[in-house]
């Protein structure tokens, strides 16, 4: 599914047993019809890692390490039905597997990376940013937002006219680097 680097210069794979059905063989869902099991793939300087995550129903994209006992495992779609109901896309596991929190981090995300000090960004694609799967007034609509580990906006781009950004790179917890379009 990807592979990243995280704040810890370890890598980090994503892997699952089968590729999810697509809606209509074209959008990705955000809830798979069947349970799967993805694996976490963790490889450091003189090691490599392996956390197996069974009975999954959520279509993940991205994997980051969260301070250093956990991991975030988000998906890119998350579809919204109304302001009490929405799907949380992002999932926060220890380092057994054990489901510790969900958060709403929202649809369309393009980009995922969580700096050292447990920041979460996220870079939208442009159906994050102009909204679709419910998502009438997108909270993608900035393009990048930061997030805290409790779902909460921590910064919300308002000076980059982002249609889609393509590429993101946190370097530290001041240094982000990003690419866009529009």
């Known amino acids: 599914m990807s592979a990243s680097i995280g704040f810890d210069d370890n890598i980090y794979i994503l892997l699952i047993d089968e590729i999810p059905e697509r809606i209509n063989g074209t959008s990705v869902q955000s809830n798979t019809k069947n349970a799967h099991t993805y694996k976490v793939l963790t490889a450091g300087e003189d090691f490599v890692s392996e956390l197996l995550l069974y009975n999954q129903r959520f279509n993940y994209h991205f994997v980051q390490p969260f301070q ?55 870079g939208y694609f442009d159906e994050g940013v102009f909204g679709n799967y419910g998502w009438d007034s997108p909270i993608g609509a900035a393009g990048l937002i930061a997030w805290n580990i409790n779902g909460e906006q921590i910064f919300r781009n308002s000076k980059a006219d982002i249609c889609d950004c393509y590429a993101l790179n946190v370097i530290s917890d001041d240094d982000i680097w990003f690419v866009w379009f529009c």
Not at 104 to 122: E, M, P, R, Y
Request: cysteine-free.
């Open 68 to 122: 250093n006992d956990k991991l975030l495992l988000a998906g890119a779609r998350t579809r919204f039905f109304n302001q009490e109901k929405y799907e949380l896309n992002g999932k926060l596991f220890d380092l057994d597997g054990v489901l510790l929190k969900e958060i709403l981090l929202v649809d369309g995300i393009q980009n995922l990376q969580v700096s050292k000090n447990g920041t979460i960004w996220t």
